[in-house]
């Protein structure tokens, strides 16, 4: 029996020991699909037609392009969060874009060696170099003159953080 259109797909999980998650969804057009999660993040896909017990279709995908898939199918499956309380948090922050001068405190330095989140409290989400992202920073990434950082926090916390990187710091 196949579901309206409109209703959404109903998925039964269950544990498969040994080798991880398996997810199975029946489709509108008959038939039904199974997902195996794999604790490596490797995914089977396995399509089965309508009264068939013989999947007619298998895809196994590294991580990676799960990934990928997932991006290229949609939205996840996690509810997103209130536009209110998302932008009542988000007023609570601040995000900046710093460029680092040739003579800043931080400009040789590491992002460990910056001590710049425990001294301010601001986070370095992103290094912005030649046209290029480094996101989420690991600690031993090395500033350099010409850097933008983009930083976030509270308004005090960026101000801080502003203060530090041009040397204004009291």
Same mark, same amino acid.
């Given at each position: 029996?196949?579901?309206?259109?409109?209703?959404?797909?109903?998925?039964?999980?269950?544990?498969?020991?040994?080798?991880?998650?398996?997810?199975?969804?029946?489709?509108?057009?008959?038939?039904?699909?199974?997902?195996?999660?794999?604790?490596?993040?490797?995914?089977? !896909?396995?399509?089965? $037609?309508?009264?068939?017990?013989?999947? *007619?279709?298998?895809?196994? @995908?590294? +991580?990676? #392009? %799960?990934?990928?898939?997932?991006?290229?199918?949609?939205?996840?499956?996690?509810?997103?969060?209130?536009?209110?309380?998302?932008?009542?948090?988000?007023?609570?922050?601040?995000?900046?874009?710093?460029?680092?001068?040739?003579?800043?405190?931080?400009?040789?330095?590491?992002? !460990?060696?910056?001590? $710049?989140?425990?001294?301010?409290?601001? *986070?370095?989400?992103?290094? @912005?170099? +030649?046209? #290029? %992202?480094?996101?989420?920073?690991?600690?031993?990434?090395?500033?350099?003159?010409?850097?933008?950082?983009?930083?976030?926090?509270?308004?005090?916390?960026?101000?801080?953080?502003?203060?530090?990187?041009?040397?204004?710091?009291?």
């Amino acid at each position: 029996m196949n579901r309206p259109a409109s209703a959404a797909p109903q998925v039964k999980e269950s544990t498969l020991p040994g080798v991880g998650k398996k997810y199975v969804m029946a489709l509108e057009e008959g038939g039904h699909v199974a997902v195996i999660v794999k604790p490596d993040g490797e995914r089977q !896909l396995y399509h089965f $037609l309508q009264d068939q017990d013989r999947p *007619s279709d298998v895809v196994t @995908l590294a +991580g990676t #392009e %799960a990934q990928q898939v997932a991006q290229l199918l949609g939205p996840t499956l996690v509810a997103p969060p209130d536009h209110e309380d998302l932008q009542i948090a988000l007023g609570q922050l601040d995000l900046e874009w710093i460029e680092l001068d040739a003579d800043s405190a931080l400009t040789g330095q590491t992002l !460990l060696e910056s001590d $710049l989140r425990r001294r301010t409290g601001a *986070s370095v989400i992103a290094v @912005l170099r +030649g046209g #290029e %992202a480094i996101p989420n920073p690991p600690v031993e990434q090395r500033f350099e003159a010409g850097d933008t950082l983009v930083i976030i926090g509270t308004p005090a916390q960026c101000d801080a953080a502003r203060a530090r990187i041009e040397g204004d710091e009291t």
